[in-house]
């Protein structure tokens, strides 16, 4: 069965140089209202088996994250449609609503229902969270007494936790030294031997040929290559680097 | 609009997180801690008190309780559409990066604040047992007074909320009405007082004060909790319950249009915040 069917997906921006901050400034631009668009997805369509792991490739501004976020409901498509079986998680940004006076433990109870865990999964789960993170000795602590690695490490351990049938990531798994950013890839190791359906974007291209069972190239919101890991990053290498050097591109 | 209401309910233990959050994080690093919800409002009859009693000397009894019964329903709706105002753009991390029923946001601040309103009532109640008012039977009407004010306030937050993702002017404009309403509606003076001015034709005063229902809500805290207020010019004007209802109507009008309003953008906000 097919874990995520996206179908003709457009994603489209409405771009204001300036936006309109008050009523005034709205008012005076009525009459020569002009807008630019910026076509972020253009007639996206792809479907994910379970239990595949595709990681989506591409530079900055090819609509990777677009993509995701759209996935996520943060964004409403413009066009088209995103069918996603089962439950959802997706980790955009680590530590969602963590704020600084709240105590590790608060955190973890208010981040782990923004994510959409019930008070009683938490409960369950509280134990795994705080020694995945290896914070046993701080979780009682405010937030605003940890390092910066400890947050990330704490919003990355209750991430996990959501036992999620589709985990949407997006480069979040750099987290943290080398020995922690070991256990969250045999976290997810683990989530794809349990049948998990992944999608990620990186840029860590070397993560990308570890983990990803399918790779995908998105290319100025639109697909240029899709399939096996090796023949698409082979062909976005190729291409980056050949981008860089070519005598056509216009001279900075 | 069901179906918003029932994934709304699907989140309601992040609605009650934020509202715990809100609460336990204001008042976080005083010493005093919670106690500071509480003295504001003793602080306020204190002052009021002592304004009324001794230098404007208005020789009415009691006229502090008078004032409080409406001034601490006023702080509840002031509060609510202060705070809600900023709620979504103060909360842009999070609508960018997850997915949740937006209307949370002003949700839980118009809750945090309903449970200051309720702490400073029970203050209020003390206070009135202190100086020995008479224990009223429409006190049992309280509850319903404080549900229509909810809706009331929650409508308007939705509105306020949503409209300042767009344009930075609805904060300002609010804070401007908010200083007109403080004096137009009846706070610092009784609803007689209108109705027994000779320059304020009736007509008027009742589409003002009866038909608004902010202003019917803040008379009717004070009818159902206080004596009547009779002085040697002004007479008790009881609480008409018809009205009652149709402020009850058109909180919950204000209620659903500003859902619905809140509804129809608010998978725009990550997009603007």
Same mark, same amino acid.
């Given at each position: ?9 457009h994603k ?7 936006r309109?901050g ?9 009459s020569?209202?002009t807008?630019?668009y910026v076509? &972020? ?5 792809f ?10 490739v591409?530079?900055?501004g ?11 409901r943060v964004?409403?498509?413009t066009?088209g449609t995103?069918?996603m079986?089962?439950?959802?998680s &997706?980790l ?6 963590f704020?600084?006076?709240l ?6 109870y208010l981040?782990g ?8 999964e ?17 979780i009682d &602590?405010?937030?605003?007494t940890?390092?910066?690695g400890m947050v ?13 049938d ?6 979040v798994?750099a987290?943290?030294d080398?020995q ?8 997810v190791r ?7 359906t992944?999608?990620?974007v ?23 290559a ?7 990053l ?9 981008g ?9 | ?7 709304l309910l ?13 609460l ?5 690093n005083?010493?005093l801690?919670f106690?500071?919800? !509480?003295?504001n409002?003793?602080?306020?009859v204190?002052?009021?008190t002592?304004?009324f009693?001794f230098?404007?000397? *208005?020789?009415v009894?009691?006229? @502090? ?7 601490l329903p ?5 509060? @609510?559409v202060?705070? @809600?105002a900023?709620?979504v753009?103060?909360?842009g991390?999070?609508v960018?990066k997850?997915?949740?029923p937006?209307?949370? *946001? ?7 604040n ?11 109640f003390?206070y !009135? !047992?202190?100086?020995g008012t008479?224990?009223?039977v ?13 809706l009331l306030?929650?409508?308007?937050a939705?509105?306020?909320s949503?409209l ?13 009405i908010l ?5 137009? *509606?009846?706070?610092?003076?009784m609803?007689?007082h209108v109705?027994?001015?000779?320059r ?5 005063a009742?589409v003002?004060y ?7 809500l803040?008379i009717a ?9 009779n ?9 008409d319950?018809?009205?009652?209802? !149709?402020?009850?109507l058109? @909180?919950?009008v204000?209620?659903?249009a500003?859902y619905?309003?809140?509804n129809?953008r ?6 603007r915040?």
């Open positions: 069965m097919d874990a995520i069917v996206i179908e003709n997906l489209t921006f409405r771009l204001s140089h300036e309109h008050s009523l005034k400034s709205l008012a005076l631009s009525f020569r209202r807008h630019d076509h &972020a997805l253009n007639g996206i369509s479907t994910v088996p379970e239990g595949e792991t595709l990681a989506v591409g530079k900055n090819s609509g990777k994250s677009t993509l995701l976020s759209t996935m996520a964004y409403k498509p066009s995103v069918t079986n089962g439950r959802v &997706a955009l940004a680590l530590g969602a609503g704020h600084t006076e105590t590790g433990i608060e955190n973890v981040n229902s923004i994510l959409g865990m019930s008070r009683r938490i409960d369950k789960c509280f134990n795994q969270i705080v020694s995945f993170a290896e914070l046993e000795e701080f &602590a405010p937030l605003r940890y390092s910066s990330m490490r704490l919003g990355f351990s209750v991430a996990i936790q959501v036992r999620p589709i985990l949407l990531v997006d480069e798994l987290v943290g080398e922690f950013q070991r256990k969250c890839y045999e976290k683990e989530l794809q031997s349990e049948g998990k992944i999608l990620f990186s840029h860590d291209l070397k993560a990308v040929s570890d983990v990803a069972t399918r790779a995908m190239w998105l290319d100025s919101g639109e697909i240029r899709d399939g096996d890991v090796q023949t698409v082979g062909k976005y290498v190729e291409n980056t680097t050949a860089d050097e070519s005598p056509a591109a216009p001279a900075l | 609009m069901l179906k918003e209401f029932a994934e699907r989140y309601r233990e992040l609605l009650y997180n934020l509202v715990v959050r809100d336990k994080v204001r008042y976080k005083s010493v801690g106690f500071w919800s !509480l003295l409002p003793l602080l306020q204190a002052t009021i002592i304004v009693k230098i404007l000397k *208005l020789g009894p009691n006229y @502090s309780a008078y004032l409080l019964c409406a001034f006023w702080t509840f709706f002031q509060m @609510s202060m705070d @809600s900023m709620s753009l103060f909360h991390d999070l960018k997850t997915y949740f937006r209307e949370i *946001l002003p949700a839980s601040i118009v809750l945090s309903l449970i200051h309103f309720i702490l400073a009532l029970g203050v209020f003390v !009135l !047992l202190v100086i008479p224990i009223q429409t006190w049992l009407v309280l509850p319903a007074i404080v549900f229509i004010q909810l306030n929650m409508g308007i939705f509105f306020v949503c300042n993702v767009f344009y930075d002017d609805v904060k300002y404009m609010a804070t401007v200083n007109l309403f403080y004096f137009a *509606l009846p706070i610092m003076y609803v007689e109705f027994h001015s000779d304020i034709p009736h007509s008027l009742v003002l009866y038909l608004n229902p902010l202003s019917l803040l805290y004070r009818k159902i909790l206080l004596p009547p207020f002085t040697a010019t002004i007479h008790d004007i009881p609480l319950y018809r009205y009652l209802a !149709l402020a009850a058109t @909180s919950f204000i209620f659903l500003g619905a309003f809140f129809s608010k998978w725009t906000f990550a997009e915040v």
